[in-house]
């Protein structure tokens, strides 16, 4: 104290020590981060697929034909909307396979991610 005047402030050491501490704590959060998203996302689309592969099923079944499109699925009411990829944040780059057999008429057998990036395992995306 001089002249009667406290002087109640932070130092410039303390407070670069604790913008360091924040940043080794960031560094070490920020990954962890961004691969909990990456796995929500791969967890979403094994979802989605599965979701669309039954509806896929249950529309041959009722109606003996694959459907034409995706859209078909929606319009019979065996999908409420076409979701959306969540590697592609796109609702128009799923891969639609056609049925190797000639027995039912239609287009559409199964569908893939349009991704052509690596999941976690090891696997492309567009191969699930």
Do not use: C
């Not at 406290?6 to 020590?17: A, D, K, P, R, S």
């Not at 996302?41 to 592969?53: A, C, G, I, P, S």
């Not at 694959?66 to 959306?84: C, F, I, Q, T």
């Amino acid at each position: 104290m001089r002249n009667g005047i406290v002087n109640h402030g932070f130092t410039l050491i303390e407070i670069l020590v604790v913008l360091t501490i924040i940043g080794v704590l960031l560094s070490l959060v920020t990954p962890r981060y961004f691969d909990s998203i990456d796995r929500s996302k791969e967890t979403v689309l094994r979802h989605d697929l599965q979701v669309m592969r039954n509806a896929i099923d249950h529309y041959v079944s009722d109606r003996n034909a694959y459907p034409d499109a995706l859209e078909d699925l929606v319009e019979a009411h065996y999908l409420r909307a076409v979701p959306v990829d969540p590697i592609t944040d796109r609702k128009d780059t799923w891969i639609l396979v056609a049925p190797e057999d000639a027995f039912y008429e239609g287009n559409v057998a199964d569908v893939h991610s349009g991704s052509e990036q690596m999941a976690s395992d090891g696997s492309l995306y567009v191969e699930w």
